[in-house]
């Protein structure tokens, strides 16, 4: 599990990075625009899935963000300041999975609720995380689809004979398939 962890917080940052690549294309009026899914737009979508990493991240940091990470529901008006922020964001998150071993895997991970502190395993915590990434970032593709920006194929992760189609991506975040792969081929 702790592998999958690892490769899973690879393919959220190069997905992230594909899919801010075609978002920084749209013109302000595009990215802003009201749209059919369950956020209103896809800067409203993009906005949520970076709250929900830095509260969850946070968390699994042993961090004390808590629900002070939902104040401002809209931090970035813009692509441009989103994309690094959510990059900087999803390399934490490689950082945490890389310091993965079984103790830390199964401890407790506090979330400040509203009224209540949440206890699950990390684990868990780190499977909710992906699973609400890949929601999301399903929904910004969607929506993207309604503009003159096409959006970018996001399940060429883990096949082998795929590598070729990340290489370029790869670089440009300076990672490597032996990296990301470096206990497994």
Do not use: K
Not at 152 to 177: C, K, T, V, Y
Request: charged share 25%; with cysteine.
């Amino acid at each position: 599990m702790i592998e999958y962890f690892r490769h899973q917080a690879y393919c959220n940052l190069w997905s992230n990075h594909r899919l801010l690549e075609a978002c920084a294309r749209l013109s302000e009026d595009a990215f802003h625009a009201r749209r059919c899914s369950f956020f209103p737009s896809i800067h409203a979508t993009l906005n949520h899935i970076l709250i929900v990493d830095a509260y969850y991240i946070d968390a699994l940091e042993g961090g004390t963000l808590g629900q002070r990470a939902f104040y401002d529901e809209l931090p970035y008006s813009r692509v441009d300041t989103l994309w690094p922020a959510q990059e900087a964001l999803d390399r934490r998150l490689i950082a945490i999975c890389h310091a993965l071993d079984d103790a830390s895997l199964a401890a407790d991970i506090t979330l400040a609720r509203t009224e209540r502190q949440q206890r699950e395993p990390a684990h868990r915590v780190l499977a909710h995380l992906f699973v609400h990434q890949t929601h999301h970032r399903g929904q910004v593709h969607a929506m993207l689809s309604e503009t003159d920006v096409a959006p970018p194929q996001l399940d060429e992760f883990f096949m082998l004979d795929e590598a070729p189609l990340r290489r370029e991506e790869f670089a440009a975040l300076g990672i490597s398939e032996a990296q990301v792969w470096s206990t497994l081929r």
